[in-house]
């Protein structure tokens, strides 16, 4: 019954595309065959690259700037602006070689002093305040000459040189990126238009020659799961990498589009606050734990393609990471959940408010999942559908919730998820605290031997765990869809949607 309400559904909307005009597939007129249109979930929150959050920013800001490195699509660290780079041997200083013939948008070169300002910006050197936490341990920043600049750093960090992806803009140009942004990517910015999106349009000075073969791109906000797929179907929108199982199923039916599953770099989790009660009786959040059924989650919404967690880590670092899954399950345990629930005086249960970001299809489907599985343990939870930039500042910054479910991105350093769990972290939007952790992970951070930061690394994802934190779920798998016309499209392990490669069919 569900699937043929579904399809209906679908027909109607298509209908009124039909009946409404539709493009060539490109989401522009026929004659500019050499555009694609990417859908998005959310909107931007910042044009300026070192003020930007939401990791769904940064996909798309991926192609207007780059830093003096930045990743390949095999999650290696490759020279961008810069040529070349070294580090001292007591990791204390860095000493970035430029790239001849790197141009901004604007089409001035790329100097030293453009370099030495956008690294003092993000360092804090600049005005005192922080823009890159990583990059905060910046002690200078000198020019030896015009085609080198020297970083001096507080203290060694093995995971420091993966910051050095910070974006270069021009020379005093931080109060403009915002409205007007300059970088030195493969594609330039055009337009943007709040609720709706973003133009890019191809940059002909690009440094690496051959590179874009598209003239535009167009990332378009996609307002509902439903619509995502009308616009698939209908070839309004070319790529769309979010798609539920669902969805997956429905597109595989037809002809328009590959659908390709890739490992993501998104931990997804039910947030619990941990300073509002009852959550902050760590019973309690032991008890939820224990109520959920991640393989059920993982095969209903999923459809089997992701990597089930039990604390904050990847499963692909695995130098750095430990199964915790079996600490509390992948599937539900109800009568451990309702013991802890009485030893907390909960007995009877109590009503949990879970806050989801509505345009993310994948976690809302979470959610529905989750809130049969707390019923049965006797927690009566329901959802509360919210606007993403309501979640950004009430949610993540304002950390006025209960508990949410969302994904939070990691790059290719096994501390960057760690680092929000800090006491006094600016991402620690759980509000988790433990005096123990914080002292481990400043001993990771300071350890230079890799096989001993890594042991550090995982006594941190089993206090974590100890501690009941947070309900980490899944590294859901990346399913994508991708218009036939299109090809050259790459998978990254970081969260990035890299339009230089891709190219129209000929």
């Known amino acids: 019954m569900k699937k043929k309400l579904c399809s209906l559904l679908l027909a109607a909307l298509l209908a009124m595309a039909v009946l409404s005009g539709c493009t060539d597939g490109t989401g522009e007129s026929s004659e500019n065959n050499f555009s694609a249109v990417v859908g998005i979930q959310q909107d931007i929150d910042s044009l300026d690259p070192h003020l930007a959050t939401a990791a769904g920013t940064k996909e798309i800001l991926f192609n207007i700037f780059e830093g003096l490195v930045k990743s390949d699509e095999n999650g290696n660290l490759i020279d961008a602006v810069a040529e070349s780079h070294t580090v001292s041997q007591d990791g204390l200083v860095y000493t970035f070689t430029l790239r ?64 050095f992806t910070a974006a270069i803009i021009p020379s005093g140009s931080g109060e403009e990126e915002g409205t007007s942004p300059v970088g030195t990517g493969p594609f330039s910015f055009v337009s943007y238009t709040p609720q709706e999106g973003i133009v890019l349009k191809k940059n002909p000075d690009y440094w690496q020659e051959g590179l874009p073969y598209l003239d535009q791109v167009t990332f378009r906000i996609v307002g509902s799961a439903e619509t995502a797929l009308m616009e698939l179907q209908s070839g309004a929108i070319d790529i769309y990498p979010y798609l539920t199982d669902s969805q997956a199923q429905t597109l595989k039916e037809g002809n328009t589009h590959q659908v390709v599953a890739s490992p993501s770099n998104v931990v997804q989790a039910l947030f619990l606050n941990n300073a509002v009660a009852p959550l902050d009786n760590v019973l309690v959040r032991q008890a939820i734990l224990y109520a959920i059924d991640k393989e059920e989650i993982n095969e209903y919404v999923g459809g089997g393609t992701g990597s089930l967690i039990g604390s904050a880590m990847l499963p692909s670092l695995a130098d750095n990471y430990v199964d915790l899954n079996s600490v509390y399950g992948t599937k539900a345990n109800v009568e ?171």
């Not at 453009?114 to 690294?119: E, R």
């Not at 200078?140 to 001096?152: F, P, Y």
Request: net charge negative; charged share 20%; proline share 3%.
């Open 100 to 163: 001849d013939n790197v141009k901004f948008h604007n089409g001035n070169a790329v100097t030293a002093e453009d370099v030495k300002y956008s690294l003092e910006r993000v360092s804090g050197l600049l005005d005192g305040t922080p823009l890159v936490s990583a990059l905060s341990t910046i002690k200078s920043v000198d020019i030896l000459d015009e085609k080198t600049v020297q970083v001096t750093v507080e203290s060694p960090n093995t995971e420091l040189i993966y910051s």
């Open 336 to 506: 451990k959940a309702k013991e802890l629930l009485a030893e907390a005086g909960y007995a009877d249960g109590f009503d949990l408010v879970i806050d989801i970001p509505s345009n993310y299809e994948f976690h809302m489907q979470t959610g529905e999942v989750i809130v049969e599985q707390l019923k049965a343990v006797g927690i009566n939870a329901s959802i509360n559908p919210v606007e993403w930039d309501t979640w950004l500042s009430d949610i993540y910054n304002g950390r006025n919730y209960t508990a949410t479910i969302s994904g939070i991105t990691c790059d290719q350093t096994p501390g960057y998820l760690l680092n929000r769990f800090q006491t006094q972290s600016s991402k620690n939007f759980i509000n988790y605290s433990n005096a123990e952790y914080d002292e481990v992970y400043l001993k990771a951070q300071a350890e230079q031997d890799m096989e001993k930061k890594a042991g550090y690394y995982k006594q941190l994802q089993q206090i974590l765990a100890d501690d009941a934190a947070t309900a980490f779920l899944q590294v859901p798998g990346n399913m994508t869809a991708i218009s036939n016309r299109l090809e050259g499209y790459k998978f990254y392990p970081i969260y990035v949607q890299d339009m230089s490669t891709v190219s129209v069919k000929k």
